[in-house]
């Protein structure tokens, strides 16, 4: 039996432990302030402990200033234990913080208390994030118990506010000690993924929300020429918005749709009756942008179509940029993460990882931008946010190996 092999049987033993995690994290409900709780205190505390317990050569709690919250903080960990080698250090970033649970009536059972349903647990944070959480440290604790040395330096990190816009936490984090991180480190977020285990997210679209208002004036429907009917112009703009899909035709084979995406897509009420003509229409546009693309093009290119149909029906057209995430530097598909993570897979699983771009904004943008390549990676089902959020303990066993593979810079074992 290989070393690696005896890692992956004490893995594949931990059925009962993996519930046990998940039931403890889930009871420990971290919920930001923005979602209506006051912060991630009891989990990260719990897995504080979890992680003291394995010994790690540093421990360090960050927190972040946020008057809203518990104690006026919330609550960040960075843990690390060395290796033989003192590089590259391989870091996994789980979040603690969970999105509320929604419509209770929509839920099968508590969403606090875990429920095991055959390979299923159901539950709210379950995937996401503790799905991310429980493999990597399993994978280190297999590692540990079966009392071998770790090859590399591994480091655990685990944030809040990741649900809510990440200032108070990896954005913290790099504001004031990015200094834990070099460009050379493998950096992997599981908070992403397939249930097939393949996609490897290395790139973002930026994303674009504008709010466009169409003025006129409301009149009786009998006599419309005493007003200026604003669904005209509301239509027309609607319709020649199709031209940004020629002014911005890159392709790129990264991404899936290829292209970057221009939908018109919530309307908001005009008039209640039918015999008004309509003297203010308002519609939003929802943009992915392919990272090539600057989004100040993309804005001057409406105005640029909105401001002959303006002039043409008398209308005043204005935009609004109501949200705009500009996306980060790509994490390049050829990087070290991206090579080493698709030799674990394939090591574990037989499959092909697969470098891929996706249309919305994900935490690991906070590294790219910081000149920090970072890959998005987990095997799931993606049901995060969803009432009865579920992920699979042969799911969470298969990525523990695959960190496990990682951690060691092991890849030698047959395909499974
Ligand atoms: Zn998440």
Not at 129 to 139: E, I, R, W
Not at 332 to 347: E, F, G, Q, T, Y
Request: net charge negative; hydrophobic share 35%; aromatic share 6%.
């Amino acid at each position: 039996m290989t070393v690696m092999e005896s890692v992956f049987q004490r893995i594949d033993a931990s059925k009962d432990a993996i519930i046990q995690l998940q039931r403890d994290l889930t009871a420990r409900v971290a919920l930001g302030p923005d979602n209506g709780g006051s912060g991630e205190h009891e989990k990260t505390g719990h897995i504080k402990r979890l992680l003291e317990d394995l010994k790690p050569d540093m421990i360090q709690e960050i927190k972040a200033p946020d008057e809203r919250a518990r104690d006026g903080y919330r609550p960040n960990l960075i843990a690390r234990w060395e290796g033989r080698r003192e590089k590259p250090v391989i870091w996994i970033l789980s979040h603690s913080d969970i999105v509320p649970p929604g419509d209770l009536s929509l839920w099968n059972s508590d969403p606090y208390d875990v429920v095991v349903d055959g390979d299923r647990l159901v539950g709210r944070g379950v995937e996401d994030n503790q799905h991310g959480f429980v493999s990597s440290y399993l994978a280190l604790k297999a590692i540990l118990d079966s009392g071998q040395d770790l090859k590399r330096p591994v480091g655990l990190i685990i944030v809040a506010d990741e649900e809510t816009g990440s200032r108070f936490g990896l954005g913290y984090i790099l504001q004031h000690y990015q200094s834990f991180f070099s460009p050379q480190d493998l950096i992997i977020v599981p908070d992403s993924g397939n249930q097939e285990g393949t996609m490897i997210e290395v790139s973002e679209k930026s994303m674009l929300w504008l709010k466009i208002t169409v003025t006129g004036r409301q009149c009786h429907a009998s006599t419309p020429d005493k007003g200026k009917n604003t669904l005209y112009g509301a239509a027309r703009v609607i319709v020649s918005l199709a031209d940004l899909n020629d002014r911005f035709d890159m392709s790129d084979p990264l991404f899936s749709p290829p292209r970057s995406t221009f939908a018109p897509t919530k309307k908001e009420e005009n008039v209640p009756n039918i015999n008004t003509i309509p003297g203010k229409d308002t519609f939003y546009v929802d943009c992915r942008i392919l990272p090539h693309y600057p989004v100040d093009q993309v804005i001057s290119a409406v105005r640029d179509i909105v401001t002959p149909i303006a002039d043409e029906t008398g209308l005043q057209i204005d935009l609004e940029t109501v949200h705009r995430q500009d996306a980060a530097p790509p994490t390049s598909p050829d990087a070290p993460v991206v090579k080493a993570l698709a030799r674990a897979i394939r090591a574990v699983t037989g499959n092909q990882g697969k470098p891929m771009g996706i249309g919305g904004g994900t935490v690991a943008a906070f590294f790219r931008a910081a000149g920090l390549p970072a890959a998005v990676w987990s095997t799931c089902p993606d049901t995060a946010h969803q009432p009865n959020e579920y992920c699979r303990i042969p799911d969470m066993m298969t990525d523990a190996k695959i960190f496990a593979c990682l951690y060691q810079d092991d890849y030698g074992r047959k395909p499974i």
